[in-house]
Nanobody, 125 residues
Framework: QAQLVESGGGLGQAGGSLRLSCAAS???????VAWVRQVDGNEREFVAAIGWSGGHTYYGDSLKGRFTISRDKTKNTVYLQMNSLKSEDTAVYYC???????????????????WGQGTQVTVSS
């Protein structure tokens, strides 16, 4: 399976924007690609997912409208555009993918079998 490498994390300002990238190397993403975040070892929270083939998008209930997931097939990369950042967006953001996941499971982080190493996002107020 492909190696997933996240980038673009760092320090952001409240009200500002950051864009995360997830590149797949050595293979393809699979059927769905998701962004999942985790704060200090707490339960992972689903952020967004995108169907690699058709581009359909899915969002966590509290995040739609501020975050946008997209993909660039030519670059084998998935993006997460984060706008109107809040301090509570501070977390480690992981890219995850799976080839066999079904539509009803896209919002469940446990359904994804391939994970990147994560990138820290810190939002200062």
């Amino acid at each position: 399976q492909a190696q997933l490498v996240e980038s673009g994390g760092g320090l952001g300002q409240a009200g500002g924007s950051l864009r995360l990238s997830c590149a797949a190397s050595g293979g393809t993403f699979g059927r769905y690609v998701a962004w999942v975040r985790q704060v200090d070892g707490n339960e992972r929270e689903f952020v967004a997912a995108i169907g690699w083939s058709g581009g359909h998008t899915y969002y966590g209930d509290s995040l739609k409208g501020r975050f946008t997931i997209s993909r660039d097939k030519t670059k084998n990369t998935v993006y997460l555009q984060m706008n109107s950042l809040k301090s509570e967006d501070t977390a480690v953001y992981y890219c995850a993918a799976d080839s066999s996941i079904i539509l009803s499971s896209v919002r469940f982080s446990s359904a994804y079998g391939n994970w990147g190493q994560g990138t820290q996002v810190t939002v200062s107020s």
